[in-house]
């Protein structure tokens, strides 16, 4: 059974800091892209960052959060970052680690049709 498990979310002041955690299990992940989503209240669920597989590990990012998240991921553990800087009160949601295909082009898990594997989402909340 696919695994996905958040943490670190919580509440942070705008300019603060946040690290995402996403453990995985249940299937091989190091040849499968990884990525973080998020959900605002009222707001479809939009693709924040993703990573590739392979040695390049290339990374894509919404515009909105470029300069300011970094995704990262240890393949030897299983596990997903997303660290998350000068955070907003805009960033505030339930960011969700997500899981492609295997050997499918990290670029096109923008999309979240997609996503193979969604995990249960953890909230980031930030006050201004």
């Known amino acids: 059974q696919v695994q996905l498990v958040e943490s670190g979310g919580g509440l942070v002041q705008a300019g603060g800091s946040l690290r995402l955690s996403c453990a995985a299990s249940g299937r091989t992940f190091s040849n499968t892209p990884m990525g973080w989503f998020r959900q605002a209240p009222g707001k479809e669920r939009e693709f924040v960052a993703i990573?590739?597989?392979?040695?390049?590990?290339?990374?894509y990012y919404t515009d909105s959060v470029a300069g300011r998240f970094t995704i990262s991921r240890d393949n030897a553990k299983n596990m997903v970052y997303l660290q998350m800087n000068s955070l907003k009160p805009e960033d505030t949601a339930v960011y969700y680690c997500?899981?492609?295909?295997?050997?499918?082009?990290?670029?096109?898990?923008?999309?979240?049709?997609?996503?193979?594997?969604w995990g249960q989402g953890t909230q980031v909340t930030v006050s201004s």
């Open positions: 990573i590739n597989w392979g040695g390049l590990n290339s990374t």
């Open positions: 997500a899981a492609g295909s295997r050997f499918t082009l990290a670029h096109t898990m923008r999309l979240l049709s997609a996503v193979k594997d």
